[in-house]
T-cell receptor
Framework: AQKITQTQPGMFVQEKEAVTLDCTYDTSDPSYGLFWYKQPSSGEMIFLIYQGSYDQQNATEGRYSLNFQKARKSANLVISASQLGDSAMYFCAMREVPGSARQLTFGSGTQLTVLP | DTAVSQTPKYLVTQMGNDKSIKCEQNLGHDTMYWYKQDSKKFLKIMFSYNNKELIINETVPNRFSPKSPDKAHLNLHINSLELGDSAVYFC????????????FGPGTRLTVT
């Protein structure tokens, strides 16, 4: 079974508007971390934001916020005031904490296009 | 200063050849990783090294061998390259301790002809 699901292969948003990228996850571990990465067309992977399973508040980093709904197992990324430079592929990822394993499991990504 | 660097950025080679990709991080992290991104952009863990010891080895063909001479370097050697090995390979590193966010290198685009 897929551990990370991103159901939106592609999304369009008008410049200066907010957009939500969906991510659901599946784990039986009580301790885990959720991450969002951005991959622009140049190819590098850029870390955006992190949410721990025990964190009480939703994570925020500048224009990025993570809408964490633990009971629904969702960790949606909200980008406020979209900019043209936000056009990129966005990946949701999870790290489970069994033993010493620290690997990230990635979703299939959402290609976001910001329209002028 | 580049935090995680990889060389080369592009690698074009023929089937059957042996090649290596080098990775270095100057973040003082204890764990390093290799990921493979296929043509559909799907990212999958290949290897992870913590303090020069292998802690993850997913179902990767044994033609792929990671080598870590020290905790700042993790190289990937690939023997007998096949067409299906064509992909982008990313090196990453993370610190020990929460939240374990991983910092990625720029990627190496490998094309096997």
């Amino acid at each position: 079974a897929q551990k990370i699901t991103q159901t939106q292969p592609g999304m369009f948003v008008q410049e200066k508007e907010a957009v939500t990228l969906d991510c659901t996850y599946d784990t039986s571990d009580p301790s885990y971390g959720l991450f969002w990465y951005k991959q622009p067309s140049s190819g590098e992977m850029i870390f955006l934001i992190y949410q721990g399973s025990y964190d009480q508040q939703n994570a925020t980093e500048g224009r990025y916020s993570l809408n964490f709904q633990k009971a629904r197992k969702s960790a949606n990324l909200v980008i406020s005031a979209s900019q043209l430079g936000d056009s990129a592929m966005y990946f949701c990822a999870m790290r489970e904490v069994p033993g010493s394993a620290r690997q990230l499991t990635f979703g299939s990504g959402t290609q976001l296009t910001v329209l002028p | 200063d580049t935090a995680v660097s990889q060389t080369p950025k592009y690698l074009v080679t023929q089937m059957g050849n042996d090649k290596s990709i080098k990775c270095e991080q100057n973040l003082g992290h204890d764990t390093m990783y290799w990921y493979k991104q296929d043509s559909k952009k799907f990212l999958k863990i290949m290897f992870s090294y913590n303090n020069k010891e292998l802690i993850i080895n997913e179902t990767v063909p044994n033609r792929f061998s990671p080598k870590s001479p020290d905790k700042a370097h993790l190289n990937l050697h690939i023997n007998s390259l096949e067409l299906g090995d064509s992909a982008v390979y990313f090196c990453a590193s993370s610190q020990d301790g929460l939240p374990y966010e991983q910092y990625f290198g720029p990627g190496t685009r490998l094309t096997v002809t």
